[in-house]
């Protein structure tokens, strides 16, 4: 198995404009003390702000979970609470208006994706074509 960087980036801050840490400089204790919106604790973003708040030395708990990127921003856009997010997710169209803020201090966690190649088993692979499409005789 291989592994293959599709993309990375920064994790940051995703808040109301009119929440009070979309401005100023909050710190890690600041962020610990405001309701989290966030994804189950099995999903790879939620392990990246658990992180980061580890590194800090900050606890914080998450009150509002979702298993859903627009979930989240809409729960953010209502003023239900702040989440840390990929930037890649706080650049979205539906998250246009919403305050992105870079993560306090010297605490940087980066989102990587990658592709995942499957063993191969020496074969070479099967070429797709018209004539194998379901529903289509060769020929």
């Known amino acids: 198995?291989?592994?293959?960087?599709?993309?990375?980036?920064?994790?940051?801050?995703?808040?109301?404009?009119?929440?009070?840490?979309?401005?100023?400089?909050?710190?890690?204790?600041?962020?610990?003390?405001?309701?989290?919106?966030?994804?189950p604790p099995e999903w790879s973003i939620r392990e990246l702000g658990d992180r980061a708040f580890a590194q800090a030395g900050q606890p914080?708990?998450?009150?509002?979970?979702?298993?859903?990127?627009?979930?989240?921003?809409?729960?953010?856009?209502?003023?239900?609470?702040?989440?840390?997010?990929?930037?890649?997710?706080?650049r979205k169209k539906s998250a246009a208006g919403l305050a992105v803020r870079p993560l306090p201090g010297a605490v940087e966690i980066d989102w990587e994706v990658a592709a995942r190649s499957a063993p191969t088993s020496g074969r070479a692979p099967r070429r797709w074509s018209s004539?194998?499409?379901?529903g289509r005789a060769p020929g």
């Open 1 to 39: 198995m291989r592994l293959f960087p599709v993309a990375r980036g920064p994790m940051v801050l995703l808040c109301h404009p009119g929440h009070p840490v979309a401005t100023g400089e909050p710190t890690w204790a600041d962020l610990g003390a405001q309701v989290f919106v966030d994804f």
């Open 60 to 90: 914080r708990e998450v009150e509002l979970e979702v298993d859903d990127v627009h979930g989240l921003i809409d729960l953010v856009r209502h003023r239900l609470g702040v989440a840390i997010v990929p930037e890649s997710v706080a």
């Open 131 to 134: 004539a194998a499409s379901p």
